[in-house]
């Protein structure tokens, strides 16, 4: 999308767009971890890339042809996502630095919100503008500082490129999600969230 100059992205490489708290990397050298390995798909070395430093643009991932049309080094990130098929620009491990607040502290500090723990059709928003809207398919309501049950039938809505300007606080604790990423909990101001009454 950067190179095609589509993305909301393209050009804003090393310019401040969200929270000093976001640090965000690729790093195919994590031992263990799913998506880790010595060589891409394409045979070049893997390691650690940083994306985004406190919420700055550092770099973008390429693979040997998005590279050489862009005019750098590849990143070690040309992956197959099936066989048989081309290697293509993929994340191999993508982690987001740990904030300094306990997923408790985070719930004591809020007094009506929710806990959004798993969504229904990630993945389906609009890459190119940052546009999102899932229904929650497990999450918990906040009141007063603490949990007071599950919520059924809400809907979240929003766009990731705006949201995350709007971090209070990251949690202190990461966990691996579908195994090749690694987040803590991210406290959001606000959401847009819609429900049946």
Not at 141 to 170: F, H, S
Request: glycine content about 10%.
């Amino acid at each position: 999308m950067v190179l095609k100059k589509i993305s909301p992205l393209n050009n804003q490489k090393n310019k401040k767009l969200w929270s000093d708290l976001i640090t965000l990397y690729s790093d195919g050298i994590i031992d263990f971890a799913l998506g880790s390995a010595p060589f891409d798909d394409e045979g070049i070395e893997m390691k650690r890339v940083p994306l985004v430093e406190k919420g700055e643009i550092k770099n973008f991932y390429y693979n040997l042809q998005t590279a050489g049309i862009a005019g750098v080094d590849s990143t070690g990130n040309g992956l197959r996502s099936g066989i048989p098929s081309e290697p293509v620009p993929e994340i191999s491990n993508l982690v987001m630095e740990e904030g300094k607040v306990s997923f408790t502290e985070m719930i004591k500090d809020i007094q009506e919100g929710i806990v959004i723990d798993q969504v229904l059709g990630l993945g389906q928003g609009n890459i190119i503008s940052g546009a999102f809207s899932n229904n929650v398919q497990l999450g918990y309501k906040i009141e007063q500082g603490k949990i007071v049950g599950r919520v059924k039938d809400v809907m979240i809505a929003g766009n990731a490129i705006e949201e995350l300007k709007n971090i209070v606080t990251l949690g202190n604790k990461s966990k691996w999600v579908s195994g090749k990423y690694k987040f803590p909990h991210i406290y959001l101001k606000s959401l847009s969230v819609s429900t049946k009454v």
